[in-house]
C-alpha cells in the first residue's frame, strides 16, 4: 500500500532521524532543494540550493546567502520535480516536503528532519490524488456556501 | 492565507518558470478571491493563454472537469523582491523595497 504513504504527514511528536522519514533513493532523484523559513519581517524567505547525503543518511543542503534564520527555527525544505510537455501539461510530478530544523555543518546546513509529505505521480496517479482529496475540498466548499446563499 | 496573507514566490525552476538561470523571489501581500470559484478567473484567461496556450483545449471540454475549472484567484501584491543574478545563491540577492 504504498501509495498511501503519499496521503499521510508523517513524523510529528515522535522521534525520528532523518532516515527514518526520507527515503534516501526518492530524495537522491531530486537536483535541489527548496528552504523556506520566515524572515524578520514575517514574510516566508524561500531559496533554491543544491543538497547532498551523507554516507550515513544525513541531509545537508549547501549554505545559501540569505539573511539569517531564527536560531532554532522551524524551516521546510521542498524538493521537487516537473516535466513539461511540449503539447500541453506536465509529466514526472513529484515532490518530497520536508518539515524540520537546521544546524550549521562545515558550510552546509544539516537537515534534521520532524515531519515528511510526498507524492509521486508515478506511484500515485494525479486522478486518485485528486480523488482522495474530495472530502477536504467538499469541506471547503461548505464553508462557503454561507457567502453564497447572502 | 485568508488569516495570513504575508506570501513569497520563488522563481527558481526554469521548467516551470521560463526563466533560464536566474532565480527570483517576490515577497507579497496575498488576497484570495473565491467569491466565484466558476467565473472569477476569467479575466485572467488572456495571460494564461499566453503561458500555456494549450489550455484553450481544456477549456473546450469544460463541461466535462468542472472541478478542473473551479479556481479561487490569489492576487498578490509585491512588498520586496530579491533576485540572484545568474541563479547564484551563494552569493547575496540584489533587493529591491516596494
Request: charged share 25%; aromatic share 10%; hydrophobic share 40%.
Amino acid at each position: 500500500m504504498e501509495e498511501w504513504r503519499h496521503l499521510q504527514t508523517r513524523g510529528g511528536n515522535q522521534f525520528m532521524t532523518s532516515l527514518d522519514l526520507v527515503d534516501p533513493d526518492r530524495i537522491s532523484r531530486f537536483g535541489y532543494g527548496v528552504i523556506t523559513w520566515i524572515d524578520k519581517d514575517g514574510f516566508p524567505f524561500s531559496v533554491a540550493t543544491d543538497f547532498l547525503l551523507s554516507e550515513n543518511g544525513e541531509i545537508l543542503l549547501k549554505k545559501p546567502s540569505a539573511p539569517p534564520m531564527m536560531p532554532g527555527g522551524r524551516v521546510g525544505v521542498l524538493f521537487n520535480h516537473i516535466t513539461g510537455i511540449p503539447t500541453g501539461g506536465y509529466t514526472d510530478r513529484r515532490y518530497m516536503l520536508v518539515w524540520g530544523r537546521v544546524s550549521e555543518d562545515q558550510g552546509f546546513l544539516k537537515l534534521h528532519a520532524e515531519e515528511l509529505s510526498e507524492w509521486d505521480e508515478k506511484i500515485l496517479p494525479f486522478d486518485k490524488l485528486c480523488a482522495a482529496a474530495v472530502p477536504q475540498a467538499k469541506k471547503y466548499l461548505e464553508s462557503l456556501q454561507p457567502s453564497i446563499d447572502a | 492565507m485568508k488569516k495570513n496573507p504575508k506570501v513569497s514566490l520563488l522563481f527558481s525552476n526554469p521548467e516551470g518558470s521560463g526563466i533560464e538561470k536566474q532565480v527570483v523571489l517576490v515577497q507579497g501581500i496575498a488576497k484570495c478571491d473565491d467569491s466565484d470559484l466558476d467565473h472569477g478567473w476569467e479575466r485572467y484567461l488572456p495571460m494564461w493563454r499566453k503561458k500555456e496556450p494549450y489550455i484553450d483545449g481544456f477549456l473546450a471540454a469544460r463541461e466535462q472537469f468542472g472541478w478542473f475549472w473551479k479556481r479561487i484567484v490569489v492576487e498578490v501584491e509585491p512588498k520586496k523582491i530579491l533576485a540572484w543574478k545568474n541563479g547564484d545563491t551563494s552569493k547575496p540577492a540584489e533587493a529591491i523595497s516596494l
